[in-house]
């Protein structure tokens, strides 16, 4: 190898090392809200080894080389978006869909979620315009999409937020065709 694939090759490294390092940060912190300690430090412990070889690799030889400031910053940023990627994929953990559905479409919400499985409890609240139903959902994250479509099909401007559940006990959940 020649001095130039030497850097090149130095660079990657610095790069894809931060690129590594940073996914594995968006994940121990998903491991950590969502309450599972031990993976998380077994994850932090891989993270902080890739981090310091890395950092290694930038002020080895002093922070003269701006190429190797570049390809860490690089990684970081790109670590970063690759993290989030990898955690929506993962879709761990539960959420808590609130629906306020318009007057009188309360009951339509409430049977289309349950046929496709989901446990809907239906409360009564006061709104500006009087009395309304509230409809509360827990939910597997990776079935988030799923009933946002039911109501974009029931009615695309319904009013509805999503909040992370940290931890649960019992509910209903859809189950998988065939179980």
Known sequence: MNNVEILLAGYLFIF????????LDVIRILMLMRGKRFSAAIIGFVEVTIFVIALNEVISGGLND??????YAGGFATGNYLGIIIEERLAMGFLLLQIFPAKYKGDKYAQELRNEGFGVTSVVGEGRDGER??????????????????LNNIDPETFYNVTDAKSIHGGIFPQKKGK
């Open 16 to 23: 894809f090392a931060r690129v590594a390092d940073m996914s």
């Open 133 to 150: 139903n509230i409809l509360f959902v827990t939910l597997k994250r990776k079935n988030l999409n799923k009933a946002i479509r039911i």
């Open 66 to 71: 701006p190429g190797k400031i570049i390809a």
